[in-house]
């Protein structure tokens, strides 16, 4: 900011850091807003990139750190080749670029319209953020439906922001969120993969989960387990999902890390099972069965959300090793537990376990092969220890329904 002073222009902290800040929060990242035009930030730093084609912003990196830097956004009237709405209503473009009287009214929220002044060091408050920071408040700036069509990935902000800061969507917000939620589909699905990952990945999953389900946007984001979700017996699907969110959001309150592809990997699960055992049921051999069970499901979901091929391929691995689990004589335990995806699979067929989607036994098991030194384990797969016990049959059947009970995971 002192950088762009010196070039002789504004500059303010704007949006999520002044807002987390003012909450006695250390902010994700912080965002800049400027009266200079991306071209002349660029010329300001060495090291800036221009990016984006709807939004054209400037990043400007620092180290590991990217700070984002976004010119004031003019007013909404004059629509030209930089301000394209299309018919209903989303902008598709938002390049005119204006003054801080007019940027402050294209920002979404008002408590994330607050600007930080380091000239005098003071918070620029023109739409009553501070007042709705201090009460709890998520309000839309102007009328909310116009503002949601304008840009629909505006519902999914407001869901994240509500969680992340326990503050309360606005009444009229939250009608105008029940009239127009289905406009999200409208969005390119790579946007939605991004906005899925903010929403699933920042340790408050299960709640995002029930909030987006509230307000008719889990269905567009993901589908089939909408579906699924539906057809709902004996607690099935929806307890692997529900300990699938808890788990992620519980590693990331311990520090440690999670990864995408195995939450995905659950949302999508039943869809999966469901289609397998249909294939199964005309003949097809186990593995083929999954195999192409996933390869329809993911072809559905990227409809969706993208999904860059890293994840559906990791996706595809630990639900084509589910069923490798059910095998626990021979040498095919001792391949298995060499998979590089062994640990996630594990961990995936132990969710499945807790849950009632699959032999409790089973999954006790594979935890004592896993524990046990070459000799123990080459004891636990000869035949003739199969037959004799009675906790490690030869191969169990898929989807045994046992009561829900917990096994320790780590
Ligand atoms: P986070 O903590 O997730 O970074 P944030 O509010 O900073 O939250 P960003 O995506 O970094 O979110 O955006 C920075 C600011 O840009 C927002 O606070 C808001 O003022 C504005 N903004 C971002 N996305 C939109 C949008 N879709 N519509 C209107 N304004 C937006
Ligand atoms: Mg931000």
């Given at each position: 900011m002192y950088q762009l002073q010196k070039a002789g222009f504004d500059a303010y902290l704007v949006g999520g850091c002044v807002r987390d800040l003012l909450l006695g929060r250390e902010p994700k990242d912080f965002d800049v807003a400027t009266n200079a035009d991306p071209e002349q930030v660029r010329k300001v730093f060495r090291n800036c990139r221009i990016i984006g084609r709807r939004f054209r912003l400037a990043h400007v990196h620092f180290g590991h750190e990217v700070i984002e830097v976004a010119t004031f956004r003019g007013a909404g009237?004059?629509?030209?080749d930089d301000q394209v709405l299309n018919k209903?209503?989303?902008?598709?473009r938002d390049n005119v670029y204006g003054t801080i009287e007019q940027d402050v009214w294209r920002r979404d929220f008002t408590v994330n319209a607050l600007y930080y002044n380091i000239k005098d060091f003071s918070v620029v408050d023109y739409t009553g953020g501070m007042a709705d920071h201090q009460a709890g408040i998520l309000r839309l700036i102007g009328d909310p439906e116009t503002r949601f069509r304008e840009d629909p990935v505006r519902m999914l902000r407001a869901v994240r922001f509500a969680v992340k800061l326990g503050f309360h969507i606005d009444p009229d917000c939250e009608k105008a969120m029940h009239n127009v939620?289905?406009?999200?589909?409208?969005?390119?699905s790579a946007r939605l993969y991004d906005e899925a990952l903010k929403l699933f990945m920042s340790g408050y999953a299960l709640q995002t989960f029930e909030m987006l389900r509230h307000y008719g946007l889990f269905q567009v984001l993901f589908p089939a387990t909408e579906n699924s979700l539906a057809v709902e017996d004996e607690g099935f699907p929806r307890l692997l999902l529900i300990k699938a969110l808890e788990n992620s959001d519980n590693r990331i309150a311990e520090g440690k890390t999670v990864t995408a592809y195995f939450l995905f990997a659950a949302f999508l699960w039943d869809a999966v099972q469901i289609r397998s055992k249909q294939k199964m049921a005309k003949g097809s051999p186990e593995f083929i069965a999954y195999q192409e069970a996933a390869n329809e499901v993911i072809a559905m979901q990227v409809k969706s959300t993208a999904l860059p091929r890293h994840i559906t391929l990791a996706m595809r691995e630990l639900w084509s090793l589910?069923?490798?689990?059910?095998v626990c004589v021979g040498s095919k335990p001792s391949r298995l537990i060499t998979h590089p995806r062994f640990r996630a699979a594990y961990d995936f067929l132990l969710l499945r376990a807790q849950t009632g989607g699959a032999d409790l036994e089973l999954a006790k098991w594979w935890e004592s092969y896993q524990n046990a030194n070459e000799t123990e384990q080459r004891k636990m797969t000869a035949p003739s220890q199969q037959a004799k016990s009675t906790k490690s049959?030869?191969?169990?059947?898929?989807r045994k329904k046992s009561k829900p009970q917990e096994v320790s995971s780590d």
């Amino acid at each position: 900011m002192y950088q762009l002073q010196k070039a002789g222009f504004d500059a303010y902290l704007v949006g999520g850091c002044v807002r987390d800040l003012l909450l006695g929060r250390e902010p994700k990242d912080f965002d800049v807003a400027t009266n200079a035009d991306p071209e002349q930030v660029r010329k300001v730093f060495r090291n800036c990139r221009i990016i984006g084609r709807r939004f054209r912003l400037a990043h400007v990196h620092f180290g590991h750190e990217v700070i984002e830097v976004a010119t004031f956004r003019g007013a909404g009237e004059a629509r030209n080749d930089d301000q394209v709405l299309n018919k209903e209503g989303r902008l598709l473009r938002d390049n005119v670029y204006g003054t801080i009287e007019q940027d402050v009214w294209r920002r979404d929220f008002t408590v994330n319209a607050l600007y930080y002044n380091i000239k005098d060091f003071s918070v620029v408050d023109y739409t009553g953020g501070m007042a709705d920071h201090q009460a709890g408040i998520l309000r839309l700036i102007g009328d909310p439906e116009t503002r949601f069509r304008e840009d629909p990935v505006r519902m999914l902000r407001a869901v994240r922001f509500a969680v992340k800061l326990g503050f309360h969507i606005d009444p009229d917000c939250e009608k105008a969120m029940h009239n127009v939620a289905e406009l999200l589909a409208s969005i390119p699905s790579a946007r939605l993969y991004d906005e899925a990952l903010k929403l699933f990945m920042s340790g408050y999953a299960l709640q995002t989960f029930e909030m987006l389900r509230h307000y008719g946007l889990f269905q567009v984001l993901f589908p089939a387990t909408e579906n699924s979700l539906a057809v709902e017996d004996e607690g099935f699907p929806r307890l692997l999902l529900i300990k699938a969110l808890e788990n992620s959001d519980n590693r990331i309150a311990e520090g440690k890390t999670v990864t995408a592809y195995f939450l995905f990997a659950a949302f999508l699960w039943d869809a999966v099972q469901i289609r397998s055992k249909q294939k199964m049921a005309k003949g097809s051999p186990e593995f083929i069965a999954y195999q192409e069970a996933a390869n329809e499901v993911i072809a559905m979901q990227v409809k969706s959300t993208a999904l860059p091929r890293h994840i559906t391929l990791a996706m595809r691995e630990l639900w084509s090793l589910q069923p490798k689990f059910n095998v626990c004589v021979g040498s095919k335990p001792s391949r298995l537990i060499t998979h590089p995806r062994f640990r996630a699979a594990y961990d995936f067929l132990l969710l499945r376990a807790q849950t009632g989607g699959a032999d409790l036994e089973l999954a006790k098991w594979w935890e004592s092969y896993q524990n046990a030194n070459e000799t123990e384990q080459r004891k636990m797969t000869a035949p003739s220890q199969q037959a004799k016990s009675t906790k490690s049959p030869r191969k169990r059947s898929y989807r045994k329904k046992s009561k829900p009970q917990e096994v320790s995971s780590d």
